[in-house]
């Protein structure tokens, strides 16, 4: 895995995230917002939390340092405070990637999941998960939203990439 490329797949990642923010997120009305839609992680609102959290473990971990637990339901109620706090560590998020070049990416980033085992990895993996992580839960929100009457959209790398020209 090269800089490059990790860098390209971040970029799209906070890009879409932003997008979804924008053209998604602030669209809905707070009830649809705080809807729980009985999937994943339940409403809207508990997904994102979900995705800021799980993006702050995984760079942690990437850090080779262990991670401290967030964010709870309570501590982000409003989407202004959530959204201030995904564009914080997705900024760390950038930087971090932002400073390795490939050794630093293929280094050794293990970590004791959550069951207490002992997880070999290497950087450009969590980082890899940083970024497929935030597209599923995008898809769970799209669909959570297109039930709801709420917008959707097209969310492939390609339509990225070339700026809906593919």
């Keep these: 895995m090269t800089?490059?490329?990790?860098?390209?797949?971040?970029?799209?990642?906070?890009g879409e995230q932003q997008k979804v923010w924008q053209d998604c997120v602030l669209q809905l009305d707070e009830a649809q917002y705080l809807q729980d839609s009985g999937y994943s992680h339940g409403s809207i609102h508990e997904t994102l939390l979900h995705v800021l959290n799980g993006e702050?473990?995984?760079?942690e971990r990437a850090r080779g340092r262990?991670?401290?637990p967030r964010f709870g339901a309570g501590d982000l109620p409003g989407r202004a405070e959530l959204g201030e706090k995904l564009d914080e560590v997705g900024a760390e998020v950038r930087a971090f990637a932002g400073g390795l070049d490939e050794a630093g990416l293929a280094a050794p980033a293990p970590y004791l999941s959550h069951a207490g085992e002992s997880i070999d990895n290497r950087v450009w993996h969590i980082?890899?998960?940083?970024?497929?992580h935030g597209l599923i839960h995008r898809a769970e929100i799209m669909a959570m939203s297109a039930r709801m009457g709420g917008p959707s959209f097209d969310l492939s790398l390609m339509r990225w990439l070339y700026k809906g020209r593919y």
Aim: proline content about 12%; hydrophobic content about 50%.
């Design 56 to 59: 702050w473990t995984w760079l």
């Design 66 to 68: 262990p991670p401290v």
């Design 3 to 14: 800089p490059d490329i990790i860098r390209t797949l971040l970029d799209y990642h906070y």
């Design 127 to 132: 980082l890899l998960h940083i970024a497929n």
